[in-house]
């Protein structure tokens, strides 16, 4: 069963960096993580994807060990509008692209 | 600008009733997906469709059927409504999955209240 476990929240201030890391034991070879945002009120949002290493966009980085059994997605600077539920879900290929969310990490930052 | 609309934002149906969530994509995607939103239990799977007239069972679609007669359009339906399925409707699509990863695109949400 496809399965990603990660914390149930975590707080943060203004600035800082925020790391927020997913478990995944159970990723088959040819499966992506990826992570996505969600506002109250809104459907979720696709921040980034990677299969491996790191990967950078305009928004965060996603770090993913040679083994592939974790991740962690990195928010750098945070600011208030970051306040969200970030989810970590993996892209099941052997199944056509089937998405399988968690149950999300609130991310509250402060001023 | 891609888009996923759904075709109500808001909607309160009586026990019993049975129920159409519509939601229509415009980026030829292969993959539809319902899931509903419940606090403290994220995002669950209803059913996936893959493909005109295929679809998939997810992790929870007793009381659900589906519908998916055009690429575009996909459809929930809830056989006899009952109050245990007030909840977030969520409906995504996405391409199939290639090399490379895929992006899904989620459509606003239906909030159900069945009373």
């Known amino acids: 069963l496809a399965k990603t476990t990660q914390p149930i929240s975590m707080d943060s201030y203004e600035g800082q960096e925020v790391n927020i890391t997913c478990s995944h034991n159970n990723i088959a070879t040819n499966d992506y993580i990826t992570w996505y945002q969600q506002f109250p009120s809104q459907g979720p949002r696709f921040i980034i994807q990677g299969y491996k290493t790191k990967v950078t966009n305009e928004v965060a980085s996603l770090f993913i060990p040679a083994d592939r059994k974790s991740s962690t997605l990195s928010l750098p600077r945070v600011s208030l509008s970051d306040t969200a539920v970030y989810y970590c879900l993996m892209v099941l290929y052997n199944q056509g692209g089937k998405l399988i969310f968690g149950q999300g990490t609130e991310l509250s930052v402060k001023p | 600008d891609v888009k996923v609309t759904q075709s109500s934002r808001y909607l309160v149906k009586r026990t019993g009733e049975k129920v159409f969530l519509e939601c229509v994509q415009d980026m030829d995607h292969e993959n539809m997906f319902w899931y509903r939103q419940d606090p403290g239990l994220g995002l669950r799977l209803i059913y996936f469709?893959?493909?005109?007239?295929?679809?998939e069972k997810g992790d929870i679609p007793e009381g659900y059927s589906v519908s998916r007669e055009k690429k575009e359009r996909f459809s929930l339906i809830l056989e006899s409504a009952s109050t245990n399925q007030t909840s977030m409707y969520l409906c995504?699509?996405?391409?199939?999955?290639?090399?490379?990863?895929?992006?899904?695109?989620f459509g606003q949400g239906t909030r159900l209240t069945v009373v």
């Open positions: 469709s893959y493909d005109v007239k295929m679809k």
């Open positions: 995504a699509s996405s391409l199939r999955q290639g090399a490379g990863g895929t992006e899904a695109f």
